[in-house]
């Protein structure tokens, strides 16, 4: 699984024997016989995105690189690709010589906020290791909420053994609600399949998913009337932004749970609390937030039905992805198209 895209990646790099070996895998070198000494691939990330590991990675693939971490950029013409988490709006055109921005992750939408923006071309990483972490994150947050386990939490915090089981029900009795059924949502939506959870998702249009109800744009409706747990793993655009507001929330059946897995933009969160808080929606689990890191006085941390992680649904795994990047740095310096190319215009 987790090197499925090896072949597509690396096929000019990969030999067919070591394919299946994930470990000798990142000890190939992927030839950039394109590079010159004045060619540099610059990181710019926050502080809680590190950088060793992808230097670790990439310099692995090709220990020759010259890999630069803003804001030691050294000469500014000299940057040929840069991979960002969250850089500095404006701060990109100073590279007179760029070819590509890749973000760092999945979501771009913080690149394309950017209105000083290079007009190159823009990657994102799509990756078997984001969607199984998602997987995981969002299997702990829907059972964790369905098994009702924050209860038992505080019953074992009391030591106090419950009369009898809480009352739970059967997954086959519970529709999961996917918002975005892009590689992630399916995949994640498959997932739920398997486990005998219903799943129904919504998207632009209408989707062909084996055991997956689809809706398309216009029928949000009918989509959340359906949703017991609603999950969004939208892209953040113009058009999704406060997409979970009063009037959404309205349309979920009473006691419905949301998960927020893409962007804290998505929610407006004093819809949100107040939702939760009448009782009409049952709870909700929140990974990413319109400000990060969450304000140490923000109402979600102290709510008891609002659970929040910070932004650790699913990280990209350096060893997973850097042969990726990679490819398309030597895509990009050679004017090929990129992988998972983004559409400036959708906005993902
Ligand atoms: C995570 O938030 C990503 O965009 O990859």
Known sequence: MLFSSCPSIMSDTCHKSQMNDQYSYSTL???????????????????????????????????????????????PDDIRF???????????????????????????????????????PIARVVDPSL????????????????????????????????????????????????????QLGREVGKAFVQLGFKVCGWSQSKKNIQGIESFGKNDLVRFLEHSHVLICLLPLTQETENILNKKTFSKLPKGAYVINVAR?????????????????????????????PLEKDHPFWKHPKIKVTPHISSITDPLSAAPQLLQNYKRALSDQPLLNLVDRKRGY
């Open 29 to 75: 070198v992927l030839d950039l016989g394109i590079l010159k000494n004045n060619m540099a691939l610059l990181f710019i990330t926050t502080p809680s995105r590190s950088v060793e590991g992808w230097i670790k990675e990439v310099k692995k693939l090709n220990p020759s690189l010259d890999v630069r971490v803003f804001p030691q950029i050294g000469n």
């Open 82 to 120: 840069v991979v960002s988490w969250y850089h500095q709006p404006g701060s990109l055109k100073q590279f007179k010589n760029l070819k590509c921005i890749s973000s760092l992750g999945a979501g771009v939408e913080f690149i394309l906020e950017d209105k000083n923006l290079p007009q190159v």
């Open 131 to 182: 969607v199984q972490s998602m997987k995981e994150y969002l299997i702990w947050a829907v059972l964790h909420h369905v098994r009702r386990m924050d209860e038992y939490s505080e019953c074992e915090k009391k030591r106090s053994w419950p009369v009898a089981p809480l009352k739970v029900s059967r997954a086959g009795e519970i529709c999961i609600g996917i918002m975005g059924l892009g």
């Open 264 to 292: 804290g933009k998505h929610i407006v969160e004093k819809d949100l609390i107040q939702a939760v808080s009448k009782g009409h929606l049952g709870g909700a689990c929140l990974d990413v937030f319109r400000k990060e």
